[in-house]
């Protein structure tokens, strides 16, 4: 279980323009399960995705995965654990142009020890989940939108993560590439994958592959709880 408890951010604290994203929640995240983050933007879903997966920390409160608590630890054994622990997939797809599909899959993985070779391999194994292998050699910026989402999903698996994280997920897609990245979502499922979504699409949070929805509004948890 991913544990939050009594989480508040704070930006630009004791500044005019201070403002509070995430007030007081308290969370549990069920392992194996999917979990979705339902509200409007500004509601501090985000902002929550990125102190759970040990992007930032919050202001107060504390963070444990499993058993071990994880917000006070010094930042290179937390970096060790986001490269291990957690796969991001972000709005914006964040893919860095210029560089191959094939190069973008596998940046996440270049700080690890792991041969070339072998992590070349492995990109190429994990693109073809995603029927990319003949993209492998394209640069990002030849993609349609479905193969940068792909791209994307095939990125954040590089490491092997136990936990998937994607934010908006389908904010940028049509309402087939949405039902298709949903697809991959219970797929990724079925092989014991952790899942945290945040989304306002209702593809998303009113589809039965959730096992928990928690609505949030003005960084404030106001409902949560098993899909009805």
């Known amino acids: 279980m991913i544990s939050a408890r009594d989480i508040t951010k704070t930006f630009n604290a004791g500044k005019p323009n201070e403002f509070t994203a995430v007030s007081e929640v308290t969370l549990a995240i069920d392992f194996h399960r999917v979990t979705i983050l ?5 509601s501090g879903k985000t ?8 992007m930032s920390r919050p202001t107060s409160g504390r963070i444990f995965l499993g058993e071990r608590e994880i917000t006070s630890l010094p930042e290179r054994f937390l970096t060790d654990i986001r490269r291990r622990t957690f796969g991001f997939i972000f709005q914006q797809f964040n893919l860095i142009k ?4 094939l190069d973008n899959v596998m940046t ?3 700080p690890t020890s792991e041969r070339f070779p072998s992590l070349r391999k492995r990109a190429l194994e994990t693109l073809a989940l995603f029927n990319l292998e003949h993209k492998a050699d394209a640069k990002v910026e030849w993609l349609s939108g479905g193969e940068a989402q792909r791209t994307a999903i095939a990125r954040s698996l590089i490491n092997n993560p136990s936990i998937i994280i994607a934010d908006e997920p389908t904010a940028h897609l049509d309402t087939k590439l949405s039902h298709e990245f949903m697809a991959i979502m219970r797929r ?5 994958k952790t899942i945290i979504l945040s989304s306002h699409d209702p593809i998303v949070y009113d589809s039965d592959l959730a096992d ?4 949030m509004r003005d960084g404030r948890i106001v409902s949560s709880g098993p899909r009805p």
């Open 38 to 42: 339902k509200g409007p933007s500004g």
């Open 47 to 54: 902002t929550l995705l990125g102190i759970v997966g040990c």
């Open 98 to 101: 210029g560089l191959t599909v």
């Open 108 to 110: 996440p993985a270049y």
């Open 188 to 192: 990724l499922k079925g092989e014991g």
């Open 212 to 215: 928990s929805v928690v609505e």
